[in-house]
């Protein structure tokens, strides 16, 4: 086991927006043992193997990214389900480290990762963030799930044991078996698409997907193993019905309007806006990437909305997480987000939505998103200061200094 003593650390507290200069932060192991003052003793028999010197930087607890596809190396959702098993793992694996280097020591999979992709993790074979995984992401025939175009008619959408981004289920008894399957293995959440999107082929942005009957299913067997469902939804129609029926957290929710968020706020719910992506898709710059044409009109019809949904959201108080959903090469651009999000809020409501606020959404706010006594060592050492300059992380390789997860030092 290592220990690690860093000194001299400005420490960043997202709770209140402060800085704390001059303390030590010390890591026993996984987990940070104490964050001491200028005058306060190491805890009795504590040596550090290793120690780093952050004068000049701020530590930050790790950023927590709460809506990635870990399968997502194709800007083509659907090529994972047609690849081999182990190829897709070695592309995830690519992504995973990528990410962490980033400074993503969290994310949520809201589609793709599986139980062998977080074990491999925790585990030590991959180098990755920790995950929070909920299987495929299920979706009703032609959903937002359903990558096949209309000339398709392969089965591997309705796999289960093929590692898919979307796993296509319709009617209340194959609901119900989709999510019991997903909570054999090990799922923290479940996701629903409940409406249309912009990489699906086949769906309209407009559409609301799924039955009633199925989300309450989907949300019975979810709260039945003490997990949640959360809902892939752009408008107000498919929003309000899926929080109504108890969908815990809403992906996206670019449409919403001022009554949808009275609906958030009333249910306790959380929304995590994918803003940077968006405005990606929707540009010139996206053609490069493969995107297909289809996606980037799609895209273009709601580019507008995403700010307008922060100010409502911010407005009303919901509670906002930090999420991204880049696919394909378009990753190397995930902390885009950062930047996108400082056009209408500020910079600790940021830094709140990638630590504090997604640590509650994932339940883990014990011991995920601070730098504290107790906390699991999940560290940055920033090269700016983040709550004066926000969007400098949008520039990971020049404001991301040492990464550590779980306890060891990643990157230098
Ligand atoms: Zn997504």
């Known amino acids: 086991m290592t220990s690690i003593e860093i000194v001299r650390a400005t420490v960043l507290d997202p709770i209140v927006g402060e800085l704390?200069?001059?303390?030590?932060?010390?890591?026993?192991?996984?987990?940070?043992?104490?964050?001491?003052?200028?005058?306060?003793?190491?805890?009795?028999?504590?040596?550090?193997?290793?120690?780093?010197?952050?004068?000049?930087?701020?530590?930050?607890?790790?950023?927590?990214?709460?809506?990635?596809?870990l399968l997502g190396y194709e800007s083509d959702l659907g090529v994972p389900g047609k690849e081999s098993p182990l190829y897709v793992a070695a592309r995830a694996a690519d992504l995973m480290t990528a990410m962490l280097r980033r400074g993503f020591t969290t994310v949520r999979d809201v589609g793709g990762a599986d139980h062998g992709l977080v074990r491999a993790v925790e585990e030590g074979y991959l180098l990755g963030p920790r995950i929070f995984h909920g299987g495929p992401a299920l979706s009703q025939t032609g959903g937002h799930g359903d990558f096949r175009s209309g000339g398709e008619v392969c089965a591997h959408q309705m796999s289960t044991v093929l590692p898919t981004i979307g796993l296509v289920c319709d009617g209340v008894p194959a609901v119900r078996q989709a999510v019991r399957n997903e909570i054999r293995r090990g799922a923290r959440h479940i996701k629903l698409m409940l409406g249309g999107g912009i990489a699906s082929p086949t769906d309209r942005i407009d559409s609301s997907q799924f039955s009633d009957e199925e989300i309450r299913a989907a949300v019975e067997e979810a709260d039945n193993a003490n997990i949640y469902v959360t809902g892939h939804a752009y408008t107000p129609r498919s929003i309000a019905r899926a929080l109504a029926l108890g969908v815990r957290c809403i992906e996206h929710g670019t449409l919403m309007d001022d009554e949808t968020a009275r609906i958030f706020v009333k249910h306790n719910a959380f929304l995590v806006p994918t803003l940077a992506i968006g405005a990606l898709l929707a540009s010139e710059e996206s053609t490069q990437f493969g995107v297909p044409e289809e996606s980037r009109r799609k895209a273009s019809q709601i580019r507008a909305a995403g700010t307008e949904m922060l100010r409502i959201a911010r407005a009303h108080g919901v509670q906002t997480v930090f999420g991204t959903d880049f696919i394909g090469p378009m990753h190397q651009f995930q902390s885009r987000e950062f930047a996108i999000r400082a056009e209408v809020l500020s910079a600790l409501e940021i830094l709140q939505s990638a630590t504090v606020t997604a640590a509650k959404l994932l339940g883990q706010e014990e011991q995920l998103g601070r730098v504290a006594n107790g906390y699991l060592a999940d560290v940055l050492i920033l090269n700016v200061d983040p709550l004066s300059d926000i969007s400098a992380l949008a520039e990971p390789e020049r404001a991301i200094g040492t990464v550590i997860s779980r306890g060891c030092v990643v990157q230098r």
């Open 20 to 69: 704390a200069p001059d303390r030590t932060v010390l890591i026993d192991g996984d987990r940070i043992v104490a964050v001491l003052g200028p005058d306060d003793a190491p805890p009795a028999g504590f040596t550090a193997t290793n120690q780093i010197d952050a004068a000049g930087r701020v530590v930050s607890p790790g950023f927590i990214d709460a809506h990635v596809h």
